[in-house]
């Protein structure tokens, strides 16, 4: 039986002081004499656990995990407390070594470093908080014997299930586990004694790229399209599916996520990029008991982990070796290989079969190219670079990218994020497109002014998804809001869609049709069909208007084959040179833009419009 307790809090909700004050919960438990433990899944940060007055259990880190045996207690109702101490009293008492190298921009506090606590809530610029105190994951009062740990496995087409580190079962010809992109996110109910224990999923992911990220999931490309997730309510996972998202990275600034999150995405045939939890610190690595504190803590979650098949890559921090080289630290000291060093070894002992990734940003020379290794994006974005920067800058796989303050509908005032320290922020950012595409008259706060950021998000990720491209993919910056307002999510913080994502979204489905501008070469459309069985498809393209009615127009069948992807040239179809970019201005245009329309045999129907530029070069 498990049973999760529900916390009365006691003391005031957290306010701006929150580190500085004591913090108090308390729940009611109902005991019979069978034998009863507590599962605590996490507490922030500094906490004490008491049953009926009496210390059971405390713990310095909001990332631990404990089971406590209820041994002694009676039968009947008995008190279960919580006490988070206050965490300035802490930082007061750290020790002074070994010293930081470089500081960081996220947290006003360095000495939060030496703290296993998240970091969203005390990051001025995008989260100021109030932080996480208490309960953060749940407490459960279990009897009967543990859920067995479970970790799956092919060999050849043989699924292989290990339950409890000893007794194996196996599955021959297992049906696959896919990203729902690219397939069925087939799960399997793994039986002991007449019961299901849980559920596992058989697939293989690999690496293919030498010097990037390239994934591969049982032998099939699968071109990355995510988004960063923000601790909230889980239908955000349902969104981003209906989105076309396939990943979503769980972000080293943040917490590790529930195993209703880790399900829910198996479910969903999301995959999860898992960072652990370290950013931008140069962390007290030197010191042994920091250092071991660390170690159990990884070694912990990939034991969590290692049932999901959605977990494809785990990421060894954020920004950890950006923030040293951005302060002026050369990597000649080692600290690059540092933290990677220590917790590599962690992830690939554990069984867990995932890509390691050293850092995010990682692999550049410096650690800011983003053409070599993981790399972070914000040309197009927070540096108001055109699309073509897109193309010249080469990027291998874009961990983060594309942040802009987008609108929601009706627009809610406040919610901008802001780099730490920077004059501008991003309202600035998405207002410079807006201008660029639709002039300096547009209204600020309009339908166009709420669709723009999502449809420079949606050429950039054309660009990506080219074949010709090389780009793996990219996630971006972030899918949920953490609070009301024009924040970087593709979703409010309610879960509502924003128009920006609606923008973005036909780009990123299974099978999609989009136009990318070649310049003298004109204008190309993609059609991708990620999906494992084929289609029948009808290709329609159109010039059109300025009324935008459709004048000219070429039509093509196609055969979709399972993971393909097709590029036709709208003069080639039109069978005429029809100067459709409007690159050689031999007076003034012809036709406004362009429409294609892709039909299929199974009922689905894609659309994308590529307009004539408000100014042209010249």
Partial sequence: MRQELRFERL????????????HEYVARITLDAEPAR??????????????DGMPVAEGRSMFERQVVALSGLGPGEHEVRIVVHPLTEVLDALPAKPRQRWRTMLVEDARLRWVRTQLLGRAPGFSPGPPVVGPHRPVTLVTGPPAPRLRSWLEGTTGVVEVGGRDRIAIPDAELWWPHTHGTPKLHDVVVDGEVVGRVGFRTVENRSEDSLDLWVNGVRI???????TPGPLDALDSAVDLGLNLVRVPGVAAYESDAFHDRCDELGLLVWQ???????DYPLADETFAA????????QCGRLERHPSTVVVCGSAEHEQQAAMFGVSPSTGYAAELAGLLRPVVEASGLDAVWVDSSPSGGDPVTRVDTGIGQYFGVGAYLRDLPDVRHSRVGFAAECLAFSNLTDPVVEGGVPRDNGADWDFADVREHYLRQRYGADVDPDGPQAQRVSGEVMADVFGEWRRPDSGCGGGIVLWLRDVVPGAGWGLLDADGRPKPAALALAPTLQPTAVWLVDEGLNGLDVHVAHDGCEPDEATLLVELLRDDGSAGESAEEAWE?????HRVRSVEALLGR???VTYAYRFGPPQHAG????????SGITREAVWTIPLTSPG
């Fill in 11 to 22: 003391t005031p909700e957290p306010g701006p002081d929150a580190d500085a004050v004591r």
């Fill in 577 to 579: 040179f029809a100067d």
């Fill in 223 to 229: 071109f990355c399209r995510g988004a960063i997730w």
């Fill in 560 to 564: 979709l084959a399972p993971h393909s």
């Fill in 275 to 281: 960072d652990l939890m370290f950013a931008t610190f």
């Fill in 293 to 300: 504190t660390a170690c159990d803590e990884v070694r912990d």
């Fill in 594 to 601: 362009v429409r294609a329309r892709l039909t299929t045999a």
């Fill in 38 to 51: 507590l599962e605590v899944d996490g507490i922030a940060t500094v906490w004490e656990l008491l049953v």
